[in-house]
């Protein structure tokens, strides 16, 4: 098994920026993909970004390009996720989560391992 433990969270007024980690340990030979997602209340889990480990490929939901920039350290089984000039339409619990990405990088059907979440919250 994977597990996987978010920290970043937090509360930041809009225009500001958090940075959230995510560390693996376990099996961590066990999956290829990382990605990080987001639920707010009300509504139903949506992918924000996502990395393969080998070569670096990346994707972004539409709603988060160009202000959010996830990256990978391989050698420490973390993953991170840059989120600058939030807004409070990102205020969210966000999960990261582990998988083999084989119906797609955006679809949790790829992942099989996830953490617990960390809530971020931005205010207008």
């Known amino acids: 098994q994977v597990q996987l433990v978010e920290s970043g969270g937090g509360l930041v007024q809009a225009g500001g920026s958090l940075r959230l980690s995510c560390a693996a340990s376990g099996r961590t030979f066990a999956y290829n993909t990382m990605g990080w997602f987001r639920q707010a209340p009300g509504k139903e889990r949506e992918i924000v970004a996502a990395?393969?480990?080998?070569?670096?490929?990346?994707f972004y939901a539409d709603s988060v390009k160009g202000r959010f920039t996830i990256s990978a350290d391989n050698a420490k089984n973390t993953v991170y996720l840059q989120m600058n000039s939030l807004k409070p339409e990102d205020t969210a619990v966000y999960y990261c989560a582990a998988g083999w990405g084989a119906q797609g990088m955006s679809s949790t059907s790829s992942y099989y391992a996830w953490g617990q979440g960390t809530q971020v919250t931005v205010s207008s």
């Open positions: 990395i393969r480990r080998s070569g670096g490929v990346t």
